[in-house]
């Protein structure tokens, strides 16, 4: 399994996948630090009516650093795409997969082997985007986030999802279907995720309704709310109504229920896509 992790990365490596990521991550942190830095400087010259208690650098603050969370999403989300969008049906095609899966590793072990790999070298990447977008944040406008690691481990786990459910289109669909597939869920759920905010604000039963059952379906997306969520979650008063409000705060599904549905989807979607590999005539 090892050597199977090792070629994984090497192929990517090999792709330049890495070096996309990497190019797209040093942009994105260099805009989000300029972004940062003219913010805050403006927010210092803002005062807010007497009768509107918005601490103005606590609402500037939650809203970038729920900016740079999203980014961190969306770019963990393209390079668990990337190293699994073509783990089996683009190996089956180019026949580097039928000596592997005969002997001596078989079929669940490869598809475990290239998970981990995909999963590990995502949750790294995205623990080192977000402690980076925090930082950037709290050097700029002097905020930090009330919860700092749980945050960041609910967004690692919606990656993992994305990498397992990525896994799973890899055996079913091509390389260019999977890719197409993966994106459209993740899209549809963070659009889920949206109607789900503006459903809570206008009290709109039938609007949350289906926000939730989206966010049920496609759990990372309710992981991600979750974890806007605990980065305000001491913040009260007008600022943190406004925070709910969305899009970069509050959460209508949250806590524990959520997250122990999550670690359930993911081994169903694990189970699924061995079963469906064991079944698949290579």
């Not at 590990?120 to 009330?146: N, Q, R």
């Amino acid at each position: 399994m090892i050597t199977i992790i090792r070629y994984g990365m090497q192929e990517a490596l090999r792709r330049k996948v890495f070096l996309v990521v990497l190019s797209l991550t040093i942009v994105f942190l260099g805009l989000f630090w300029v972004i940062n830095h003219f913010v805050f400087r403006d927010v210092a010259h803002i005062t807010p009516p007497e009768d509107v208690h918005v601490d103005s650098r606590t609402f500037a603050g939650a809203f970038m650093f729920g900016l740079g969370m999203f980014a961190t999403l969306f770019l963990g989300v393209v390079l668990a795409v990337f190293l699994t969008l073509g783990v089996v049906s683009g190996d089956a095609e180019r026949g580097l997969l039928q000596p592997l899966v005969v002997r001596p590793i078989g079929r669940a072990a490869l598809l475990g082997a290239r998970f981990l790999g995909a999963a590990a070298v995502c949750a790294a990447y995205v623990l080192a985007v977000y402690f980076g977008a925090m930082l950037i944040v709290g050097g700029t406008g002097h905020w930090w986030p009330d919860r700092i690691v749980t945050p960041g481990i609910e967004l690692v786990a919606a990656v993992v999802i994305v990498t397992a459910l990525s896994l799973l289109g890899s055996v079913v669909l091509s390389a260019t279907a999977n890719g197409i597939a993966v994106f459209m869920l993740f899209g549809a759920g963070l659009v889920a995720g949206l109607l789900g905010s503006i459903g809570h604000a206008l009290d709109s039963h039938a609007v949350k309704t289906s926000a939730a059952v989206a966010a049920w379906v496609l759990p990372f997306e309710a992981l991600y709310q979750d974890a806007l969520r605990q980065i305000t979650a001491s913040t009260s008063g007008v600022t943190g109504f406004l925070l709910q409000l969305g899009p970069f705060g509050g959460a209508y599904i949250h806590g524990w229920g959520i997250r122990l549905w999550a670690a359930a989807y993911l081994a169903l979607v694990a189970f699924g896509a061995a079963l469906v590999f064991a079944r698949r005539d290579l």
